[in-house]
Every structure is written in C-alpha cells, then in structure tokens.
C-alpha cells in the first residue's frame, strides 16, 4: 500500500493555460473522489468514479473542468482555460467498494493562477 | 441531499484543558459519519468513523465522538489536549446507500495553547 499519489504537487500557471493534474489511487481502491479545498475551508466536492464510469459531478463544476479515468485506475483532472478563480490545492481521495468507507486522501496539487 | 455544519471555525483552548468541536449534519435517509484531521502541509488522515453499533466512537490520538441521532450531531471531544493536536479538523457525511459522495463541513481550526 503506498498510499494515494498526486502529480504535480504544486502548478503555477498563467490565467487562460490549461493545467493536468494526475491521481494514482491505492491499487485496489475502485472509488476515486476529486475535491478542491481554498484556504479556510473543507474540501469541496468535485465529482467520483467508481471504476472508469463517472458517477456523479458536481453542479457548481463549470465546463472548463473534466476528469477522467480511463481503465479505472488513474485520473486526471484537467481545467481548461484557467481562472484566477482557480487558485485552490485539488484533492485526490480513494476507497474500496466493499470498504468501511474511509477515505484515503492524497498530499494533494496546489494550483496557483497568476 | 446531506449537508455538514461545523459551528466554530476557531476553538483555542489551554494545553490539557478539554474541548469539544461540535458538527451538526443534515440528511433525510441514514448516514456514516466521519472526522478528519489535517496538520499543516499535510493530506486529510481519519480520526475516526461511526457506521453503526455504538455511538460513542473512540478514534485515533485519544479523540472520541458521540453520533446522537435525535439531535443529528457528532461532537468530537478530548479530555486533555496536546500542543500536536494543533490543526483544522473536518467533519464529513456520505449516505449508507445510494450515492458515494461525502460531503465535508468548513472545518474548526484547533490552537492549542501553551
């Protein structure tokens, strides 16, 4: 178990770039949950896989955003056209369908819109 | 849909004084619940969880916490704090059945004072 790992930790980028960030979950964890947390605040709930289907999104997620999780392992978030509303760390959380409901969370990838 | 309210977003208290971070959730069908702690620079870890059975739940760091359904909150505690439990703790809801998604509350800032 090495536990949940995101790439890049940290993201500078200009206002209108496009950034990816990359989620390797704990191998046999087939739920896969995207937050965003600001400074001060929980995380936010993005959107969750279960496998490679994506099951939820959530409503405040403009079009600018898109995961994926192609064969149900890794994810990437991907945000286009970048704001510096954006500005936020992205998190990375995973779990096993049969599990006590534990998430496992990453160290996370701080987005930082200049 | 589930919510989580977090009362206090500051608690400072004494080191080996007692606290108590409240959480209220909201949720018309049943629940497990959850608390998180974050350390600065640092991915969410678990505190500890109530999925059913008991109420009084004992978690990690001698921190404990009362699920009590008619008044639908999950107070965590601790009889005596340390100067290392300094950090933002986060409540979080997800539904027994249903949707996956866990929602988080804005998170009480723990200081703990010498």
């Known amino acids: 178990d090495t536990g949940v790992s995101q790439d890049p930790r940290h993201k500078i980028t200009k206002r209108g770039q496009n950034v990816t960030f990359r989620c390797d979950p704990i191998s046999e964890h087939n739920r896969l949950y995207w937050y965003r947390q600001t400074l001060g605040q929980g995380p936010e709930f993005l959107t969750y896989f279960q496998n490679e289907a994506q099951l939820e999104k959530s409503r405040l997620l403009s079009d600018r955003f898109s995961a994926e999780r192609p064969k149900g392992s890794f994810s990437t978030l991907e945000i286009q056209r970048t704001e510096q509303g954006d500005s936020a760390m992205y998190l990375c959380?995973?779990?096993?369908?049969?599990?006590?409901?534990?998430?496992?969370f990453g160290e996370g990838s701080r987005l930082t819109v200049l | 849909a589930q919510s989580v309210t977090q009362l206090d977003s500051q608690v400072p208290v004494f080191e080996e004084a007692p606290v108590e971070l409240r959480c209220n959730y909201s949720s018309s069908v049943s629940v497990y619940l959850f608390w998180y702690v974050q350390y600065p620079n640092q991915g969410l870890q678990l505190l500890l969880k109530?999925?059913?059975?008991?109420?009084l739940v004992k978690g990690i760091n001698g921190f404990e916490a009362e699920f009590n359904k008619s008044q639908t909150s999950f107070h965590l505690r601790k009889p005596s704090v340390h100067i290392s439990d300094t950090a933002e703790y986060f409540c979080?809801?997800?539904?027994?059945?249903?949707?996956?998604?866990?929602?988080f509350g804005t998170g009480t800032r723990l200081k703990v004072l010498a």
């Open positions: 979080a809801v997800t539904l027994t059945s249903g949707t996956y998604k866990y929602i």
């Open positions: 959380a995973s779990t096993a369908r049969e599990s006590t409901g534990e998430l496992f």
């Open positions: 109530y999925l059913s059975g008991s109420t």
